[in-house]
């Protein structure tokens, strides 16, 4: 196939909202949709500050199949305030996590996917939106005991704040080149850092730190693909089918401190740098 026919038969992903990712990864005609907008469960808090919410709260939560197999799927709507998270939308994710834990001790093998589409906390929500996915960390860490939870960032968010740790805690993950990853978001890092430590503007050098690429490269994430349903699509069902990991990424801090130890912060680092340090022995 040429690269114009690759091209025109390319069906973007990373264009899709979150309603439409959660159907176009699970088999046709499983999807069905908890707590879908017509439950009207949204934020309390939004309207009471000048915002409009919206009736799912930015949070897509589905129950279906891939490959035969059910799964759980938890998407964030990153056009809706950042893809940021408060108390209702993180209670859908952390939710639904619970009960897929609870299918596997009753002898269900329920998987969860995770579209990660956000830039954390959401800030009119603060505490409430922290304790929320502070529940989701521990929803992730208690259903990766039985099955693989697979976190997928795409873009054109990416992915920061408390669900970046979220994403480290997944026992796999897929990126695109579009995608970002990190615990602080570029103008965060300008704000506190200053322009010269980290210039918010310059595309180009973000994405070497911090985007898909870079992320696959340095060991941080387990797959890298082009923005493609169908090859999304394909790898979310292989990672689904690799069962869990003989040993979690996020049981590897020790590793990772030990490798950030040996890190000279005099110059500015760039992103060769950064690939070195953590390529290493990978866990």
């Known amino acids: 196939?040429?690269?114009?026919?690759?091209?025109?038969?390319?069906?973007?992903?990373?264009?899709?909202?979150?309603?439409?990712?959660?159907?176009?990864?699970?088999?046709?005609?499983?999807?069905?949709?908890l707590l879908d907008p017509f439950q009207r469960v949204m934020s309390p808090w939004l309207e009471r500050q000048g915002v409009v919410p919206q009736a799912d709260d930015g949070v897509v939560i589905a129950k279906g199949s891939i490959a035969g197999s059910p799964v759980v799927i938890a998407a964030i709507e990153g056009?809706?305030?950042?893809?940021?998270?408060?108390?209702?939308?993180?209670?859908?994710?952390?939710?639904?996590?619970?009960?897929?834990?609870?299918?596997?001790?009753?002898?269900i093998p329920t998987r969860a996917v995770l579209l990660l589409e956000t830039g954390g906390v959401r800030l009119q929500e603060a505490n409430?939106?922290?304790?929320?996915?502070?529940?989701?960390?521990?929803a992730i860490v208690d259903l990766r005991q039985y099955q693989p939870v697979v976190g997928v960032v795409a873009?054109?968010?990416?992915?920061?704040?408390?669900?970046?740790?979220?994403?480290?805690?997944?026992?796999y993950l897929l990126v695109t080149q579009e995608a970002?990853?990190?615990?602080?978001?570029?103008?965060?890092?300008?704000?506190?850092?200053?322009?010269?430590?980290?210039?918010?503007?310059?595309?180009?050098?973000?994405?070497?730190?911090?985007?898909?690429?870079?992320?696959?490269?340095s060991g941080l994430v387990d797959r890298y693909v082009a923005d493609d349903v169908a090859l999304i699509q394909a790898q979310v069902?292989?990672?689904?089918?690799?069962?869990?990991?003989?040993?979690?990424?996020?049981?590897?801090?020790e590793l990772y401190l030990q490798r950030l130890s040996r890190l000279d912060?005099?110059?500015?680092?760039?992103?060769?740098?950064?690939?070195?340090?953590y390529q290493g022995d990978r866990p």
Request: negative net charge.
């Open 265 to 277: 912060t005099t110059p500015q680092i760039d992103a060769a740098t950064v690939r070195d340090l």
């Open 128 to 138: 409430l939106g922290l304790a929320a996915i502070a529940d989701i960390h521990a």
């Open 180 to 217: 970002r990853l990190g615990l602080n978001g570029p103008q965060v890092i300008e704000q506190e850092a200053g322009l010269e430590e980290y210039d918010s503007r310059d595309r180009p050098f973000i994405w070497s730190l911090t985007g898909g690429e870079q992320r696959f490269a």
């Open 79 to 107: 056009a809706f305030q950042g893809g940021s998270l408060g108390e209702v939308g993180g209670a859908k994710i952390a939710g639904a996590l619970e009960l897929a834990a609870e299918d596997n001790r009753n002898g």
């Open 237 to 253: 069902r292989e990672l689904l089918a690799l069962g869990l990991p003989s040993r979690q990424r996020s049981r590897e801090a």
């Open 155 to 171: 873009g054109s968010v990416g992915c920061f704040g408390g669900m970046s740790i979220a994403a480290g805690l997944c026992s």
């Open 1 to 33: 196939m040429t690269d114009s026919a690759r091209l025109l038969n390319k069906h973007s992903f990373v264009e899709l909202g979150a309603r439409q990712r959660a159907r176009a990864l699970l088999d046709a005609g499983s999807f069905r949709e």
